[in-house]
Protein backbone atom coordinates (compact mmCIF):
# COMPACT_ATOMS: atom_id res chain seq x y z
CA UNK A 1 0.00 0.00 0.00
CA UNK A 2 1.54 3.86 -1.03
CA UNK A 3 0.23 6.10 1.49
CA UNK A 4 2.43 8.52 0.34
CA UNK A 5 0.09 12.08 -0.33
CA UNK A 6 0.15 13.76 -3.73
CA UNK A 7 1.78 17.16 -2.82
CA UNK A 8 1.60 20.38 -5.13
CA UNK A 9 4.73 22.50 -3.79
CA UNK A 10 6.04 26.06 -5.37
CA UNK A 11 9.19 27.67 -4.75
CA UNK A 12 8.70 31.31 -4.25
CA UNK A 13 10.76 34.90 -4.49
CA UNK A 14 11.78 38.05 -6.11
CA UNK A 15 13.55 38.01 -9.32
CA UNK A 16 16.84 36.38 -9.71
CA UNK A 17 16.22 34.66 -5.94
CA UNK A 18 17.36 31.23 -7.42
CA UNK A 19 13.48 30.18 -7.54
CA UNK A 20 14.24 28.20 -11.30
CA UNK A 21 17.47 26.63 -9.78
CA UNK A 22 15.60 25.38 -6.63
CA UNK A 23 12.82 24.00 -8.98
CA UNK A 24 15.09 21.85 -11.33
CA UNK A 25 17.16 20.47 -8.03
CA UNK A 26 14.15 19.75 -6.02
CA UNK A 27 12.48 17.79 -8.91
CA UNK A 28 15.72 16.22 -10.09
CA UNK A 29 16.24 14.71 -6.26
CA UNK A 30 12.73 14.30 -5.92
CA UNK A 31 11.46 12.53 -9.56
CA UNK A 32 8.64 15.62 -9.51
CA UNK A 33 7.30 16.85 -12.43
CA UNK A 34 8.24 20.66 -12.72
CA UNK A 35 6.29 23.36 -13.72
CA UNK A 36 8.46 26.57 -14.87
CA UNK A 37 7.79 30.03 -15.33
CA UNK A 38 7.76 31.21 -18.89
CA UNK A 39 10.44 33.79 -19.45
CA UNK A 40 12.40 33.34 -22.99
CA UNK A 41 9.18 32.83 -25.17
CA UNK A 42 7.24 35.57 -22.91
CA UNK A 43 6.87 38.69 -25.29
CA UNK A 44 5.88 41.22 -22.98
CA UNK A 45 9.12 40.91 -20.26
CA UNK A 46 11.83 43.25 -22.78
CA UNK A 47 9.35 45.76 -23.39
CA UNK A 48 7.68 46.45 -20.10
CA UNK A 49 11.20 46.91 -18.87
CA UNK A 50 11.56 49.50 -21.38
CA UNK A 51 8.64 50.98 -20.72
CA UNK A 52 6.39 49.77 -17.37
CA UNK A 53 3.32 52.32 -17.41
CA UNK A 54 2.68 50.82 -20.96
CA UNK A 55 3.39 47.34 -20.27
CA UNK A 56 2.57 46.44 -16.77
CA UNK A 57 -0.89 45.46 -17.45
CA UNK A 58 -0.60 43.24 -20.41
CA UNK A 59 2.57 41.34 -18.55
CA UNK A 60 0.45 40.86 -15.40
CA UNK A 61 -2.20 39.11 -17.24
CA UNK A 62 0.05 37.42 -19.56
CA UNK A 63 1.30 35.69 -16.11
CA UNK A 64 -2.14 35.24 -14.90
CA UNK A 65 -3.06 33.03 -17.25
CA UNK A 66 -0.30 30.98 -18.18
CA UNK A 67 0.00 30.22 -13.66
CA UNK A 68 -3.54 29.36 -13.84
CA UNK A 69 -2.96 27.04 -16.52
CA UNK A 70 -0.26 25.53 -15.00
CA UNK A 71 -1.52 25.48 -11.58
CA UNK A 72 -4.32 23.81 -13.27
CA UNK A 73 -2.50 21.21 -14.81
CA UNK A 74 -0.95 20.45 -11.54
CA UNK A 75 -4.08 19.59 -10.13
CA UNK A 76 -5.21 17.26 -12.95
CA UNK A 77 -1.99 15.58 -13.00
CA UNK A 78 -1.68 11.87 -11.04
CA UNK A 79 1.45 12.36 -9.01
CA UNK A 80 3.42 15.28 -6.83
CA UNK A 81 4.63 18.53 -8.68
CA UNK A 82 6.83 21.62 -8.17
CA UNK A 83 6.00 24.92 -9.55
CA UNK A 84 8.69 27.97 -10.02
CA UNK A 85 6.14 30.99 -8.97
CA UNK A 86 2.91 30.67 -8.05
CA UNK A 87 0.01 32.80 -9.05
CA UNK A 88 -0.73 34.45 -5.16
CA UNK A 89 2.91 36.30 -5.63
CA UNK A 90 1.60 37.82 -9.29
CA UNK A 91 -1.17 39.20 -7.15
CA UNK A 92 0.22 39.88 -3.70
CA UNK A 93 3.53 41.13 -4.66
CA UNK A 94 3.91 41.92 -8.59
CA UNK A 95 0.79 43.46 -9.50
CA UNK A 96 -0.06 45.23 -5.99
CA UNK A 97 3.82 46.49 -6.24
CA UNK A 98 2.77 47.53 -10.03
CA UNK A 99 0.08 49.31 -8.88
CA UNK A 100 1.71 51.21 -5.23
CA UNK A 101 3.96 52.44 -8.33
CA UNK A 102 1.90 54.12 -10.32
CA UNK A 103 2.63 51.54 -13.22
CA UNK A 104 -0.77 50.38 -12.94
CA UNK A 105 -3.98 52.31 -13.34
CA UNK A 106 -6.56 51.89 -10.91
CA UNK A 107 -9.07 50.74 -13.44
CA UNK A 108 -6.44 47.92 -14.67
CA UNK A 109 -5.70 46.45 -11.36
CA UNK A 110 -9.15 46.73 -10.44
CA UNK A 111 -10.14 44.36 -13.51
CA UNK A 112 -7.22 42.36 -13.32
CA UNK A 113 -8.41 41.33 -9.28
CA UNK A 114 -11.30 40.57 -10.53
CA UNK A 115 -10.32 38.02 -13.18
CA UNK A 116 -8.20 36.71 -10.70
CA UNK A 117 -11.10 36.08 -7.91
CA UNK A 118 -12.58 34.46 -10.96
CA UNK A 119 -10.00 32.39 -11.39
CA UNK A 120 -8.82 31.33 -7.86
CA UNK A 121 -11.92 29.37 -7.05
CA UNK A 122 -11.11 26.21 -9.61
CA UNK A 123 -7.50 26.64 -7.87
CA UNK A 124 -6.01 23.60 -5.62
CA UNK A 125 -3.93 25.75 -2.91
CA UNK A 126 -0.34 24.33 -2.80
CA UNK A 127 0.38 22.07 0.01
CA UNK A 128 3.65 24.00 0.56
CA UNK A 129 5.27 27.34 -0.71
CA UNK A 130 8.97 27.71 -0.26
CA UNK A 131 9.96 31.61 -0.29
CA UNK A 132 13.44 32.36 -0.82
CA UNK A 133 13.99 35.48 1.21
CA UNK A 134 16.51 37.63 -0.56
CA UNK A 135 18.46 40.71 -0.19
CA UNK A 136 18.29 42.87 -3.01
CA UNK A 137 22.57 42.86 -3.83
CA UNK A 138 22.60 38.86 -3.83
CA UNK A 139 19.55 39.91 -6.76
CA UNK A 140 20.83 42.04 -8.56
CA UNK A 141 24.36 39.52 -8.38
CA UNK A 142 22.31 36.80 -9.43
CA UNK A 143 20.63 38.78 -12.23
CA UNK A 144 24.09 40.26 -13.58
CA UNK A 145 24.78 36.53 -13.31
CA UNK A 146 22.54 35.33 -15.96
CA UNK A 147 22.69 37.82 -18.69
CA UNK A 148 19.43 37.96 -19.45
CA UNK A 149 19.36 41.27 -21.82
CA UNK A 150 16.27 42.72 -20.63
CA UNK A 151 17.03 42.31 -16.64
CA UNK A 152 20.46 44.43 -16.34
CA UNK A 153 18.32 47.34 -16.12
CA UNK A 154 16.41 46.60 -13.73
CA UNK A 155 15.85 49.26 -10.82
CA UNK A 156 17.24 48.12 -7.23
CA UNK A 157 14.19 50.38 -6.05
CA UNK A 158 12.00 48.14 -7.58
CA UNK A 159 13.41 45.36 -6.26
CA UNK A 160 13.21 46.64 -2.56
CA UNK A 161 9.80 47.65 -3.45
CA UNK A 162 9.06 43.54 -4.18
CA UNK A 163 11.22 42.50 -1.44
CA UNK A 164 9.14 44.61 1.12
CA UNK A 165 5.70 43.25 -0.88
CA UNK A 166 6.99 39.90 -0.16
CA UNK A 167 7.40 39.65 3.30
CA UNK A 168 4.18 41.51 3.54
CA UNK A 169 2.35 38.58 1.50
CA UNK A 170 4.32 35.44 3.21
CA UNK A 171 3.38 36.85 6.85
CA UNK A 172 -0.65 37.22 5.77
CA UNK A 173 -0.49 34.05 3.16
CA UNK A 174 0.44 32.21 6.72
CA UNK A 175 -2.42 33.79 8.75
CA UNK A 176 -4.67 32.90 5.53
CA UNK A 177 -3.81 29.33 5.93
CA UNK A 178 -1.21 28.87 3.16
CA UNK A 179 1.82 26.82 4.42
CA UNK A 180 4.77 28.95 4.27
CA UNK A 181 8.59 27.91 4.43
CA UNK A 182 10.92 30.89 4.80
CA UNK A 183 14.69 30.50 3.86
CA UNK A 184 16.74 33.30 4.41
CA UNK A 185 19.08 32.74 1.35
CA UNK A 186 21.96 34.49 2.39
CA UNK A 187 24.03 31.63 3.78
CA UNK A 188 22.81 29.03 1.54
CA UNK A 189 23.38 27.65 -1.62
CA UNK A 190 21.62 24.64 -3.15
CA UNK A 191 23.52 24.23 -6.00
CA UNK A 192 27.18 23.77 -4.62
CA UNK A 193 25.93 22.80 -0.67
CA UNK A 194 24.71 19.73 -0.63
CA UNK A 195 23.43 19.58 2.46
CA UNK A 196 21.58 23.05 1.69
CA UNK A 197 19.20 20.24 -0.46
CA UNK A 198 19.16 17.64 1.27
CA UNK A 199 17.47 19.86 4.22
CA UNK A 200 14.93 20.49 1.64
CA UNK A 201 14.35 17.69 0.49
CA UNK A 202 14.15 15.76 3.82
CA UNK A 203 11.32 18.13 4.96
CA UNK A 204 9.19 17.45 2.13
CA UNK A 205 9.41 13.59 2.08
CA UNK A 206 8.54 14.02 5.50
CA UNK A 207 4.96 15.93 4.76
CA UNK A 208 4.48 13.58 1.52
CA UNK A 209 4.73 10.26 3.96
CA UNK A 210 2.58 11.80 6.26
CA UNK A 211 -0.98 10.06 6.02
CA UNK A 212 -3.84 12.76 6.20
CA UNK A 213 -7.48 11.28 6.30
CA UNK A 214 -9.35 13.03 3.22
CA UNK A 215 -6.57 14.59 1.49
CA UNK A 216 -4.93 13.93 -1.73
Request: glycine share 4%.
Amino acid sequence: MNDKRKLFVAIAGNIGAGKTSLTRLLSQALGWRAHYEKIVDNPYLAPFYDDMPRWSFHLEIFFLIHRFKAQKEISAWPDSCLQDRTIYEDVAVFARTLHDLGYLSAKDYENYLLLYSTMSDYLRQPDLIIYLQTPVNKLIESILKRERDFELAIDPNYLSHLNRAYDLWAGQAEQEGLRILTIDTRNKNFEEHKEDLEMLVTYIREMENQSWLGMD
